[in-house]
């Protein structure tokens, strides 16, 4: 999908992805010592506004101007700084101690310069986050996109940070209960960090 057709989908009214952050970005992130963050791909910006209210300084990003529109109304105290562009070629303007891609849905090569373009924003010491829709998920979960192309696995996200120096902390699937279905649904998640100076 282009960012038109995004748009049209956030247009339609209500809330795409709900209000309520990932249940993996705060199980991952609580604990985390809050600095300056980066949420790539930030949709309606749930998992922003939830990061800005435990401290961080927040810099979210979109492609669908629809989307960030709506995140801007959400967010009553400006306490994120939106953006319009495309996460596969958006460069903060500071290093950056998180980044975050949640639910990221491309393909393999545009998937690549997104992961690779967040690994490069991080700050030593900083934390990449990236979830996604497992590709086991399409014939064995539940929910998610149905184009086996937009989803992937956690070994595919590390495979794209090969030669980076970031140092992945986990990279498994995990298991989301989806409520009315007797499967869960399967994501990705890797968890990976660039060293601190010494």
Not at 29 to 48: H, I, K, M, Q, T
Not at 141 to 161: E, F, K, N
Request: proline content about 7%; overall charge negative; charged content about 25%.
């Amino acid at each position: 999908m282009d960012a038109s057709a995004w748009d049209e989908r956030y247009r339609a009214g209500g809330l795409v992805w709900g209000g309520p952050p990932n249940r993996w970005v705060v199980e991952e992130l609580s604990d985390a010592r809050p600095g300056v963050a980066l949420d790539l791909a930030c949709g309606e910006g749930r998992n922003a506004l939830w990061l800005a209210a435990q401290g961080w300084r927040v810099i979210a990003v979109d492609f669908s101007a629809v989307a960030i529109e709506k995140a801007r109304e959400l967010d009553t105290r400006g306490l994120v700084e939106w953006v319009a562009a495309d996460a596969t070629t958006y460069t903060p303007g500071e290093p950056v101690d998180l980044a975050l891609l949640c639910y990221l849905q491309l393909t393999a090569a545009p998937r690549r310069s997104a992961v690779r373009h967040a690994a490069a924003a991080l700050a030593p010491g900083g934390t990449l986050l990236v979830i996604a829709h497992d590709s086991r998920n399409l014939t064995d979960g539940t929910g998610g996109p149905s184009d086996p192309r937009v989803l992937y696995t956690a070994g595919d996200v590390a495979t794209d940070l090969e030669g980076t120096g970031l140092v992945s902390d986990r990279a498994s699937e995990v298991f989301r209960p989806v409520p009315g279905s007797e499967r869960p649904a399967i994501d990705a998640l890797l968890r990976a960090r660039r060293p601190a100076a010494v």
